[in-house]
């Protein structure tokens, strides 16, 4: 129903900052949690970040706490990853996810319903 469009990824060094963004288009956009999840090669699917609908309650993967932003502007239906401090373990294929809930809940994948396709963030040292 919500499709989900994410651009911004790219090559930085550590210590560098991305600001990846999400095109949201649907119904349901402004009504629902919007996440970043993020998966690396050989690894599983992490939760990043996770924003209510209001774009007031935000919650953090220990990892992204006091790196990374999350914000959404929801009159131009889109949302935002601020990175900052990057480190080369953040290298990965990150997702941006609307949610099924106005409110935050869980973080896992199946607490999310749609799902963008991707945006690569690789950081070197």
């Known amino acids: 129903q919500v499709q989900l469009v994410e651009s911004g990824g790219g090559l930085v060094q550590a210590g560098g900052s991305l600001r990846l963004s999400c095109a949201a288009s649907g119904r349901t956009f402004s009504g629902v949690v919007m996440g970043w999840f993020r998966q690396a090669p050989g690894d599983e699917r992490e939760f990043v970040a996770a924003?209510?609908?209001?774009?007031?309650?935000?919650k953090y993967a220990d990892p992204a706490k006091g790196r990374f932003t999350i914000s959404r502007d929801n009159a131009e239906n889109t949302v935002y990853l601020q990175m900052n401090s990057l480190k080369p373990e953040d290298t990965a294929m990150y997702y941006c996810?609307?949610?099924?809930?106005?409110?935050?809940?869980?973080?896992?994948?199946?607490?999310?319903?749609?799902w963008g396709q991707g945006t690569q963030v690789t950081v070197s040292s």
């Open positions: 996810a609307a949610g099924r809930r106005p409110f935050i809940r869980g973080t896992d994948g199946a607490d999310f319903s749609s």
């Open positions: 924003i209510d609908w209001r774009g007031v309650g935000t």
